[in-house]
């Protein structure tokens, strides 16, 4: 609605209406606040929505700085969330953490920071990464070289390095083994020797 009649064009799909409270209707600000009641958002992912909207630069350069003015806009503390829950409940390690956070447009330096897990969640995402990886894996992988190898190259396509993907699921071969032979040492199996 336009009161008064006075209605002034800030930029293209901008509407600023003569209230006195210098709130712009359409604005990439108004749309920047509907993204981010959906989700949150990090900024480079908000700059392209905004862009790809159609808004100049100018106009999402001001919105980002009033998002960011009334805490609404935090890099930093959203990767850490972002980390936290990626590596943990998905399973990712800090190579895929790193490589998903500049996707989304997060700094290169705060990327890399956040992303080098601390010892415990490392451990925890590794966890995760390992049993997601074996629930795939066919009856037996831990006989095979070439199944526990496919086992090693998901775990590094969910972004841990070579040495820690090997180490996971040598030790991981080793207790299936153990429990393998276990299994088939029971009092009465047929190929029990003794």
């Known amino acids: 609605m336009v009161r008064a009649g ?12 003569g209230d006195n409270t210098g709130r712009m209707k359409n604005s990439a600000y108004d749309k920047a606040l509907k993204l981010i ?12 929505k905004l862009r ?12 980002m700085e009033r998002l960011q003015e009334l805490d609404l806009l935090d890099d930093e503390a959203l990767a850490q969330r972002f980390v936290e829950y990626r590596s943990v409940d998905r399973g990712w390690g800090p190579r895929r953490l790193t490589n998903e956070l500049r996707r989304r447009g997060v700094d290169s330096h705060l990327a890399e920071r956040v992303s ?8 925890r995402a ?8 074996e629930v795939r894996a066919k009856q037996g992988w831990w ?6 190898a496919r086992l090693v190259s998901s775990l590094i396509g969910r972004g841990f390095s070579t040495d820690v993907a090997y180490a996971a699921i040598g030790r991981l071969a080793t207790e299936r083994e ?6 088939h040492d029971q009092p009465g199996d047929p190929g029990r020797l003794s």
């Open 6 to 17: 006075i209605v002034d064009f800030v930029s293209p799909g901008t509407v600023r209406e």
């Open 116 to 123: 080098s897990l601390d010892d415990e969640l490392h451990r």
């Open 37 to 48: 009641a959906r989700r949150d958002h990090f900024r480079g992912e908000l700059v392209e």
């Open 178 to 183: 153990s429990s393998d032979d276990e299994i």
């Open 126 to 133: 590794l966890e995760t990464a390992v049993r997601k990886v």
């Open 143 to 148: 006989r095979l070289p070439e199944r526990r």
């Open 52 to 63: 790809r909207k159609g808004f100049v630069d100018a106009d999402i350069e001001l919105a």
